[in-house]
């Protein structure tokens, strides 16, 4: 006796599963959900890191060439041109002090006034801050507020 085994054949079904429309929505929620929570602290150290830059600028470089122009000529400059381009007054100029005049992290020029409003016998420096209005409370300034 002879048994034949048939040998039956057996497709395997492609199964296609595609995501839902609730699994997209839940996807979709919980990626807005993570934006609205680190957009804002990016934004927020990027202008934390905008006002450090700006007391560097007027604390540090600008401060140190307004002194080494004040030590060689007796004064401050009446302007920041003066630190860059020797003016008609100073007699013992040695600059230039600076490469540039930089401009503040947000864009706007630097204010400088000498006499200084805020401290007589010698400059104020600031910048106007992310307003860029002059007096408002975002301004970064030279002297203690």
């Known amino acids: 006796m002879k048994i034949e085994i048939k040998k039956i054949a057996i497709h395997k079904t ?3 599963r595609a995501f839902t429309l609730v699994e997209m929505l839940l996807v979709v929620t919980i990626i807005g959900i993570l934006a609205a929570l680190v957009i804002p602290r990016i934004v927020g150290v990027s202008d934390r890191s905008r006002v450090t830059a700006a ?3 007027i604390n540090g470089g600008i401060k140190s060439a307004l002194g080494a122009y004040e030590v060689d000529n007796g004064r401050f ?3 920041l041109q003066d630190l860059l381009v020797a003016p008609g007054n100073a ?3 040695h600059g230039p002090y600076l490469d540039k005049i ?3 992290p947000w864009g706007q020029p630097y204010i400088y006034y000498y006499p200084g409003k ?3 016998n010698s400059y104020d420096l ?3 801050g992310p307003d860029s209005k ?3 409370d975002d301004d970064i300034v030279s002297w203690a507020k």
């Open 14 to 16: 492609k199964f296609r």
């Open 77 to 79: 400059p009446s302007g």
């Open 118 to 120: 805020h401290s007589a």
């Open 102 to 104: 930089p401009a503040d």
């Open 126 to 128: 600031l910048s106007v």
């Open 55 to 57: 007391n560097a600028d």
């Open 91 to 93: 007699r013992n100029w």
């Open 134 to 136: 002059e007096g408002t």
